[in-house]
């Protein structure tokens, strides 16, 4: 397993809920550290300016993080913090912008709106685990090209190619593909190991 919480989200994303006149605006990043999320924390607050709380919940691997901001202890970081650990996510940060309606919602009526406005932004996140593939180059003349592209488009994910003698394709892929390239090659053409990468491949919700 790469991490310890697997899944990463691709985009920012926001979900909006309202609960007894009161507002909840749902913010779920991306982030890689304490550093990132305090710089998206402080550019939510000036697209959701004169808040009653900006109350926030994060996890970067072994690092986890939560803030009521004011809201009673416990009713707010935390379950949404529990939140982001149910759903096996890293390198996020969430953000629950609160514009207070005038109506107490409760130790328990907190508790709940702060999940649901997480797990709403959850919801529309789209997932990807992060998994390990190797970055390659094969070249191979051009009577070969159109299986080439069958099976690299099949198999892989081509990131570029090349025209000069012969045409070199650049691909990710989570396997070894030299059997079947020079299967359809009859051993003329061999790809060659760049260099191992992290790539982030999408995941149903």
Known sequence: MYNVYMFHIKSEVISEIEIKKSKFFGILSPATSIEEAKEILSDVRKRYPNATHYCTAMIFDNIQRSNDDGEPSGTAGLPMLECLRHKDLNNVVMIV??????????????????????????EKAVLTLPVEAGLYTV?????????MEMLLR???????RQYDEKVTFTYLSEKDLTEQIQEISNGSAKP????????EKPVSN
């Open 97 to 122: 912008v609160r514009y207070f309606g005038g109506t107490l919602l409760g130790t328990g009526g907190l508790v709940k709106a702060y999940q649901q406005s997480t797990l709403s932004a959850i």
């Open 139 to 147: 070249s191979a003349s051009y009577d070969l090209i159109n299986r």
């Open 154 to 160: 099949k198999e892989a994910e081509i990131t570029d």
């Open 192 to 199: 060659t190991l760049v260099e191992n990468v992290i790539i």
